[in-house]
């Protein structure tokens, strides 16, 4: 059984959908960033952490990727084309996406007050909109998820951003990523996951 620890409202929610759509069992340690059961399995401080057969693993991204690839599910194939487009395309979301959000974050309640700029948030609202503009050409017309009729870590990873955003007020230009939030969102796995 894995363990995860970190609290949902962080990137732990990430990982705890990618579990739960893949139906595997685990426990969940609600536990915020440097709390000490946190820095016992990773010095950084940071959540989540994945404990796998005695193993932590850290970072969310790299957590949904050995998740995704060990149960062979959430992901296409290593080595193939489809799975290049993948790994693009998760590597662009997570660029363009989740590291404005962060850096909003950072500079809204994660550093020391006399070092937040709470104006570079317009910047990030701008820079929000452009990414979107980037990612609206990469989406498939043909499915419901980024990649056409395949789920995959990409679109959890774009589905929590979105959630940041929302929660942030950056605005979603377009009705497509609208609609994939909403899509994404409705999916009893991430509803069971936002609720742990």
């Known amino acids: 059984m894995y363990k995860v620890i970190g609290k949902t409202q962080t990137r732990t929610l990430r990982v705890l959908w990618v579990l739960e759509e ?14 000490p059961s946190v820095v016992a399995v990773n010095p950084a401080g940071k959540v989540p952490v994945l404990i796998a057969d005695g193993v932590p693993i850290t970072d969310s991204l790299a957590i949904m990727t050995y998740l995704a690839d060990r ?8 080595g193939t084309i489809d799975r290049a487009h993948q790994d693009a395309l998760t590597h662009f979301i997570n660029e363009e996406f989740d590291q404005i959000f962060w850096m909003a974050a950072r500079h809204s309640f994660v550093l020391p007050e006399e070092h937040r700029l709470p104006a570079i948030k317009d910047s990030l609202k701008w820079e929000f909109e452009q990414s979107q503009h980037r990612l609206l050409p990469r989406m498939s017309e043909t499915g419901p998820f980024l990649m056409g009729e395949t789920m995959t870590i990409a679109d959890i990873l774009l589905a929590h951003c979105l959630r940041w955003a929302v929660g942030a007020k950056f605005p979603i230009i377009d009705d497509r990523i609208h609609a994939f939030g909403a899509m994404m969102f409705d999916r009893p796995a991430y509803k069971k996951a936002a609720a742990a």
């Open 22 to 35: 893949l139906g595997l069992a685990y426990d969940h340690v609600q536990a915020p960033p440097r709390d």
């Open 71 to 78: 149960h062979a599910a959430l992901t296409f194939a290593p």
